[in-house]
Each structure stands twice: as structure tokens, then as C-alpha cells.
């Protein structure tokens, strides 16, 4: 493969160039990409009391849950906007004027299937609710977690440690 001729048929091909888009200008400085603002974690109630308020019930198919006297304790009548948030298996609920969710028609609330699944909560299954009046919250408790919670007390309770 010797040296390019001129007038032969290698010279009529045009050049080839590289597309700056497809390939970035490696001499240009980029900024760092901003960073996002860490959002906090949901205040969980500390201490318990005459202001945390206690529910059991099944949720539906749909993800619907209708605990009435724990809603109105909270004031959180129909058409109340919500936020949902997930922290460690927990469901956990809050006003928000903006929120994407709402207490709806019949005083129930629905659970996303996205926030079921991180939280391994299904259908008919018992949840445990937590209300704290003072944080204005709702928390959600997969049945299986206040069991092993039971569990985990009863054990402390009797010393003994059933799975040795």
C-alpha cells in the first residue's frame, strides 16, 4: 500500500468528519451537574400516648383502605390532598395541598401498587394503621412487620429465644 495519487479514485471521496454532536468537543469544559437537594426523611411519632391512635384493617384488591375513625381523627375529610411516602417497609401519609393523592369519596384512601410493593403489603391482607394527631401522619404497617415486632417483644418478655 504505497503513497495517495493524485487525480485517482481515492481522491474524489470527500473527507470524512466526525459530527460534534456524536462526538463531544474534548477541550470544552462541562460544569458539574447540579446536585439534588436530599429530601428529608417523613417524622415518624417518637413517644406514644392519648395522641397515637391505633387501627387494624384489610386492604382490597384496588389498594383501597377505609379506616373512618382514624381519617376523621385526623380531620382528613373527602377530597383532602395527601402525600405518600415510603421509609423502611412503612407507608407513611401526610397533608399536602399539593399532593398527588386524596382521600376520596367515601372517606377511603388508595395505596399505590408501586408503594404496596416496596412495602410487601397485598391484597386482603391485615395492615395496622398508625395515626398521630400532633404529626398529622398516618402510618401504614404491613401485618408481617407488627407480627415480627410481637415476636421480637414476647421473646424479650420471656427470655427465651425460640429458634435456638
Given at each position: ?92 401519609i401526610a397533608p399536602d395541598l399539593s399532593?398527588p393523592h386524596a382521600v376520596d369519596a ?56 425460640h429458634d435456638a
Amino acid at each position: 500500500m504505497g503513497q495517495h495519487v493524485p487525480g485517482t479514485a481515492r481522491s474524489l471521496r470527500p473527507r470524512e468528519q466526525l459530527i460534534a454532536a456524536l462526538v463531544p468537543d474534548s477541550t470544552q469544559r462541562h460544569p458539574q451537574p447540579a446536585r439534588l437537594p436530599a429530601l428529608p426523611e417523613p417524622r415518624l411519632p417518637v413517644e406514644s400516648g392519648p395522641d397515637l391512635l391505633i387501627g387494624a384493617v384489610r386492604i382490597d384488591r384496588t389498594g383501597r383502605v377505609n379506616e373512618r375513625l382514624l381519617l376523621r381523627a385526623l380531620d382528613w375529610n373527602p377530597g383532602r390532598r395527601l402525600s405518600l411516602d415510603t421509609l423502611r417497609g412503612l407507608i407513611v401519609i401526610a397533608p399536602d395541598l399539593s399532593g398527588p393523592h386524596a382521600v376520596d369519596a367515601r372517606g377511603a384512601l388508595t395505596l399505590p401498587a408501586a408503594a404496596r410493593r416496596m412495602c410487601g403489603i397485598e391484597p386482603d391482607r391485615p395492615l395496622v394503621l398508625a395515626a398521630s394527631i400532633h404529626e398529622q401522619l398516618l402510618i401504614v404497617h404491613p401485618g408481617t412487620t407488627v407480627a415480627r415486632l410481637l415476636t421480637e417483644h414476647y421473646r424479650d418478655i420471656t427470655g427465651l429465644d425460640h429458634d435456638a
